[in-house]
């Protein structure tokens, strides 16, 4: 995945690197670095995707552990590849991997507009709830504001990168079946059923069709890189 390829690139992952990856989900992230001979840990709150990561990365160590408690390594890179949209507090994420790493790397989705993957959402809005009231805080999908939890957390921006990665779907099929293998997907077709859902989708989709009969959604991640200010 692309991403990936950024965030390693942009912290110069090799052979002999430490690096943490706080979430580390099924482990595909944790997968890439370990191919590039990094030594992995990787940490997770669900059980069942450690289980996935650890078989996916045999050679790494997994443990069931909040981010907000991460091991404190040190390790010479701390990785939250997607998460901080996941969790109640972003700020006590980053701060903790303040304390565990050299480096701390951190990706996030552009804004929605940035994003074509906007098109589910708009094709199941009618049967989705009220939008987020503009009085709320701003999402940390907001470059400054990612920039200044990073600045409050004891970090110091060294860059602040744009990732295009294109979302590819062979078909109708695979782009139908990515949106009902997810639990907005799911509630909404039991709601309005899998075939108002279906053509809902579809129709919203027809823009990003390409000649071969698939799908190409472009979407935007931004790549945060800092390092803990120096003492003193």
Do not use: K
């Not at 050299?102 to 074509?116: K, L």
């Amino acid at each position: 995945m692309p991403l990936y390829a950024a965030v390693l690139d942009a912290t110069a992952v090799g052979p002999g690197s430490s690096v943490l990856d706080l979430g580390c989900g099924t482990g595909l992230f944790a997968r890439a670095a370990a191919d590039r001979g990094a030594s992995v840990t990787g940490i997770d709150t669900d059980p069942v995707a450690v289980a996935l990561a650890a078989a996916e990365v045999p050679e790494g160590t997994f443990a069931v552990r909040n981010a907000q408690d991460p091991p404190l390594g040190p390790f010479d890179v701390v990785a939250a590849v997607q998460v901080l949209m996941h969790v109640a507090d972003p700020g006590a994420v980053l701060a903790a991997a303040t304390r565990s790493g050299a480096a701390v790397a951190v990706t996030v989705w552009g804004r929605e507009r940035e994003c074509d993957v906007r098109a589910f959402g708009e094709a199941l809005a009618p049967w989705l709830g009220p939008r987020r009231p503009p009085s709320e805080p701003p999402q940390v999908t907001e470059p400054d504001r990612l920039r200044t939890l990073a600045e409050r957390a004891g970090l110091v921006v060294e860059r602040l990168d744009e990732v295009l990665c294109p979302f590819d779907y062979a078909d109708e099929d695979e782009v139908l079946g990515s949106l009902f293998e997810s639990a907005l997907g799911r509630a909404v077709g039991r709601r309005a059923g899998p075939a108002a859902v279906r053509s809902a989708v579809l129709q919203r989709l027809a823009p990003y069709r390409t000649p071969t009969g698939g799908y190409r959604l472009q979407n935007l991640f931004r790549v945060l890189v800092a390092r803990p200010e120096e003492p003193g």
